[in-house]
T-cell receptor
Framework: QQQVKQSPQSLIVQKGGISIINCAYE??????FPWYQQFPGKGPALLIA?????SEKKEGRFTISFNKSAKQFSLHIMDSQPGDSATYFC????????????FGTGTRLQVTL | KAGVTQTPRYLIKTRGQQVTLSCSPI?????VSWYQQTPGQGLQFLFE???????NKGNFPGRFSGRQFSNSRSEMNVSTLELGDSALYLC????????????FGPGTRLLVL
C-alpha cells in the first residue's frame, strides 16, 4: 500500500521558471510532512517541512503548500536554477514516530538553461 | 560538526552470504534510522534505534536486523542475501527519537550477485 503518492515522476523546467511537485497521502495520522532533495551519490537532505496546522511555509525559493482537507501537499521551487536539478522526495510521519518516514516515489527535476 | 558516516561505501556480495553495514551518527545524536533505497520500491524504512533499543520496525523480513551501541553507532545485518537485496542502504540520525529533522549519510551501495 503506497501511503504517499508523488507526481510527476520527472519534470523539466527552464531556468527561472517555477517547479511544482505534488504529493497526496492517505493516512490521516500523519502530522509531519518534509521534503528531501537528493543529488546523485548523496543521501537525501532535508529541504523544508510543514505540519498540518499551517497551510503554507516558505523558506527562500522553496514553498510548501498544504491542503489538509484534500490530504495533499506540494513543493514549489521559484526561480528554478540548474543547481536545483536533483531528485525530490516528499515524506510523511506520524506523531511520536518522526524518525519513521514514509516516502513518496520521487521526482527527478531537470532545470535547463 | 561531522555528518553521518557510513562504511563501507560500496560492497559486492554473492547470494547466501551475509553482510554488516555500519553507521556513525552525528555527534550527540542518539536516534539512528535505516532505510533501503531501490529504483523499484523507492525509499523504505527498515528500523530505528534509540538508546540501544529498537523503537520502530518496517515491513522487512527477519533476515534484516540491526543494533545500536552505547556510543550511538549502529550496525545493520542482512543474512542469507538475495539478489533483491541489492540497494543503497541509508542511515539517518537525529538528536532524539521525536526530533523531526533527520540527517542522512551518503549510504552504502550493496550489490548482490
Amino acid at each position: 500500500q503506497q501511503q504517499v503518492k508523488q507526481s510527476p515522476q520527472s519534470l523539466i523546467v527552464q531556468k527561472g521558471g517555477i517547479s511544482i511537485i505534488n504529493c497526496a497521502y492517505e493516512n490521516t495520522a500523519f502530522d509531519y510532512f518534509p521534503w528531501y532533495q537528493q543529488f546523485p551519490g548523496k543521501g537525501p537532505a532535508l529541504l523544508i517541512a510543514i505540519r498540518p496546522d499551517v497551510s503554507e511555509k516558505k523558506e527562500g525559493r522553496f514553498t510548501i503548500s498544504f491542503n489538509k482537507s484534500a490530504k495533499q501537499f506540494s513543493l514549489h521551487i521559484m526561480d528554478s536554477q540548474p543547481g536545483d536539478s536533483a531528485t525530490y522526495f516528499c515524506a510523511a510521519s506520524k506523531a511520536g514516530t518522526a524518525s519513521k518516514l514514509t516516502f513518496g516515489t520521487g521526482t527527478r527535476l531537470q532545470v535547463t538553461l | 560538526k561531522a555528518g553521518v558516516t557510513q562504511t563501507p561505501r560500496y560492497l559486492i556480495k554473492t547470494r547466501g552470504q551475509q553482510v554488516t553495514l555500519s553507521c556513525s551518527p552525528i555527534s550527540g545524536h542518539r536516534s539512528v534510522s535505516w532505510y533501503q533505497q531501490t529504483p523499484g520500491q523507492g525509499l523504505q524504512f527498515l528500523f530505528e534505534y534509540f538508546s540501544e533499543t529498537q523503537r520502530n520496525k518496517g515491513n522487512f523480513p527477519g533476515r534484516f536486523s540491526g543494533r545500536q551501541f552505547s556510543n550511538s553507532r549502529s550496525e545493520m545485518n542482512v543474512s542469507t542475501l538475495e539478489l533483491g537485496d541489492s540497494a543503497l542502504y541509508l542511515c539517518a540520525s537525529s538528536f532524539s527519537a521525536v526530533q523531526e529533522t533527520q540527517y542522512f549519510g551518503p549510504g552504502t551501495r550493496l550489490l548482490v550477485l
